[in-house]
């Protein structure tokens, strides 16, 4: 884009940023496809939910509730948390930008870790932050690498755990030891979209670390096992100082009535979340298993995805995997725009649609000759 000599110009940063592009949903031409592109959830949402969407139609031409209490209320019964620390948004997108643009500014650096959730960046640059990247190892966050490049001018630390798109993750004690070493005036931000999809044993969303630190904060999201990603909704927990803080930034009227409706009876299905957690663990298990017999390195996911590296030479690269899946009618995701040109990252789909996977890449690497 051109911009003239005179007229309105963008506050530093806004330029550098090159827009955020999701999952590819379609191949044209109204082509039937298995779109494992979004990591959305695969058993879709509970009926519970849908149902509750539904009725809250017929006040449509009413304001939502602006501070969303008895979504918050639920949360508290469902979590065990104190409503009062908790602050719903339009996604934890929306929660990531409050908490960047209310203690982040021109001058001021944000750390996150190399392969980190893209939005961590941008939400910087937009603020007229500077972005940090700290070296993950193996493709996994390094807590002494995080704190070598916290500095004085260092105001948050981004980190998902589990993050997207490697599926990686912190243990709970890794967490409570990045916790403890951060200055107290430097807020950590544990984005834990995928915590419902996390079943391993040492793994801690990081909600234990917001009762035992002021600066900590935890994100969370409806977007993934909880299949309402259209709503757009997410929450956080953290401190009366930060919730107070994003209470006076955030919009009035952020989160809408239908949002709000659907993730209450969302809440309520606690069987339906449970099929799905279930779900995700057993076939993501299977599609680990299966990529790695046919000879490609998978990375360990704790989310509702793989990521999948491909020999980096000749027609054995992700690029020639991801047209030839597309090809034949299946989406993944590229993810170069994260430093990772020779991997794709596959969602966790129904039966049908993994097992579609597993044959298509089985049919790559014949025609490649891995």
């Given at each position: 884009?051109?911009?003239?000599?005179?007229?309105?110009?963008?506050?530093?940063?806004?330029?550098?940023?090159?827009?955020?592009?999701?999952?590819?949903?379609?191949?044209?031409?109204?082509?039937?496809?298995?779109?494992?592109?979004?990591?959305?959830?695969?058993?879709?949402?509970?009926?519970?939910?849908?149902?509750?969407?539904?009725?809250?139609?017929?006040?449509l031409s009413r304001y939502p509730d602006g501070g969303a209490a008895k979504l918050r209320a639920m949360l508290g019964l469902r979590f065990n948390l104190s409503p009062e620390a908790l602050v719903c948004g339009a996604g934890s997108d929306e929660l990531?930008?409050?908490?960047?643009?209310?203690?982040?500014?021109?001058?001021?650096?944000?750390?996150?870790?190399?392969?980190?959730?893209?939005?961590?960046?941008?939400?910087?640059?937009?603020?007229?932050?500077?972005?940090?990247?700290?070296?993950?190892?193996?493709?996994?966050?390094?807590?002494?690498?995080?704190?070598?490049?916290?500095?004085?001018?260092?105001?948050?630390?981004?980190?998902?755990?589990?993050?997207?798109?490697?599926?990686?993750?912190?243990?709970?004690?890794?967490?409570?030891?990045?916790?403890?070493?951060?200055?107290?005036?430097?807020?950590?931000?544990?984005?834990?979209?995928?915590?419902?999809?996390?079943?391993?044993?040492?793994?801690?969303?990081?909600?234990?670390?917001?009762?035992?630190?002021?600066?900590?904060?935890?994100?969370?999201?409806?977007?993934?096992?909880?299949?309402?990603?259209?709503?757009?909704?997410?929450?956080?927990?953290?401190?009366?100082?930060?919730?107070?803080?994003?209470?006076?930034?955030?919009?009035?009227?952020?989160?809408?009535?239908?949002?709000?409706?659907?993730?209450?009876?969302?809440?309520?299905?606690?069987?339906?979340?449970?099929?799905?957690?279930?779900?995700?663990?057993?076939?993501?298990?299977?599609?680990?298993?299966?990529?790695?017999?046919?000879?490609?390195?998978?990375?360990?996911?704790?989310?509702?995805?793989?990521?999948?590296?491909?020999?980096?030479?000749?027609?054995?690269?992700?690029?020639?995997?991801?047209?030839?899946?597309?090809?034949?009618?299946?989406?993944?995701?590229?993810?170069?725009?994260?430093?990772?040109?020779?991997?794709?990252?596959?969602?966790?789909?129904?039966?049908?649609?993994?097992?579609?996977?597993?044959?298509?890449?089985?049919?790559?690497?014949?025609?490649?000759?891995?």
């Open positions: 884009m051109h911009y003239p000599s005179s007229g309105p110009r963008p506050r530093s940063g806004i330029l550098d940023i090159s827009p955020y592009v999701g999952g590819k949903a379609s191949l044209g031409a109204d082509r039937e496809v298995i779109k494992l592109s979004s990591n959305e959830s695969a058993i879709g949402p509970s009926p519970k939910a849908i149902e509750a969407y539904k009725r809250s139609a017929v006040e990531i930008s409050l908490l960047t643009r209310a203690y982040a500014g021109p001058g001021d650096e944000i750390v996150y870790s190399q392969h980190g959730f893209l939005m961590y960046r941008l939400s910087a640059l937009a603020a007229g932050a500077h972005p940090v990247a700290a070296p993950e190892e193996n493709l996994r966050a390094s807590v002494p690498a995080i704190l070598e490049r916290v500095g004085t001018r260092t105001r948050i630390v981004f980190l998902a755990n589990p993050n997207n798109p490697t599926g990686s993750y912190l243990t709970a004690s890794e967490l409570d030891s990045l916790a403890n070493s951060l200055p107290p005036e430097v807020l950590l931000v544990i984005d834990a979209a995928y915590a419902e999809c996390a079943d391993g044993d040492d793994y801690s969303s990081g909600e234990e670390l917001v009762e035992k630190y002021s600066n900590v904060v935890m994100l969370r999201t409806f977007s993934k096992l909880f299949g309402l990603a259209a709503l757009r909704l997410g929450w956080m927990y953290a401190s009366a100082p930060v919730i107070d803080v994003i209470n006076r930034t955030r919009g009035p009227f952020n989160v809408s009535l239908p949002a709000q409706e659907a993730a209450i009876a969302a809440l309520e299905d606690i069987e339906h979340l449970n099929f799905a957690r279930d779900h995700n663990s057993r076939w993501r298990a299977w599609v680990s298993d299966e990529v790695t017999k046919l000879g490609l390195k998978v990375y360990p996911s704790l989310g509702n995805f793989v990521l999948i590296e491909f020999p980096a030479r000749d027609a054995q690269t992700a690029g020639d995997a991801n047209a030839y899946l597309e090809r034949h009618g299946l989406i993944p995701r590229m993810v170069e725009g994260y430093g990772l040109p020779h991997c794709l990252r596959v969602s966790v789909g129904l039966e049908h649609e993994n097992r579609r996977l597993i044959e298509l890449l089985s049919g790559f690497v014949r025609e490649a000759g891995i």
